[in-house]
Nanobody, 125 residues
Framework: QVQLVESGGGLVQAGASLRLSCAAS????????MGWFRQAPGKEREFVAA????????YYADSVKGRFTCSRDNAKNTVFLQMNSLKPEDTAVYYC??????????????????WGQGTQVTVSS
């Protein structure tokens, strides 16, 4: 079993930056694909970003491309989401997730085996 704990969320103004962290425990996530998803009130959970085990490949939703950067430190069993130029529409609960396999559908929430509890990000205009 893997436990994931997100941190780093908060209330910021538009244009500001935040760095989310996802700390894993229970076992190493070094071979896992890690994903970030978000869910705004009244909306479905949506894909934000994903990073393969080596960190060499990253993927982003069009809505965050160029503003968000996903990275990982396998030695620390932690994944990060650097969010720059935040917009009010980025307001949501952000979740990290871990996929034990190497699934091509990294943007699909159903492929992920473990989820964190989420961290709230609120961006005011």
């Amino acid at each position: 079993q893997v436990q994931l704990v997100e941190s780093g969320g908060g209330l910021v103004q538009a244009g500001a930056s935040l760095r989310l962290s996802c700390a894993a425990s229970g076992r190493s996530i070094g071979t896992y694909t890690m994903g970030w998803f978000r869910q705004a009130p009244g909306k479905e959970r949506e894909f934000v970003a994903a990073i393969r085990s080596s960190g060499s490949f990253t993927y982003y939703a069009d809505s965050v491309k160029g503003r968000f950067t996903c990275s990982r430190d396998n030695a620390k069993n932690t994944v990060f989401l650097q969010m720059n130029s935040l917009k009010p529409e980025d307001t949501a609960v952000y979740y990290c997730a871990a996929d034990r396999g190497y699934n091509g559908a990294y943007y699909e929430s159903w492929i992920y085996d473990y989820w964190g509890q989420g961290t709230q990000v609120t961006v005011s205009s």
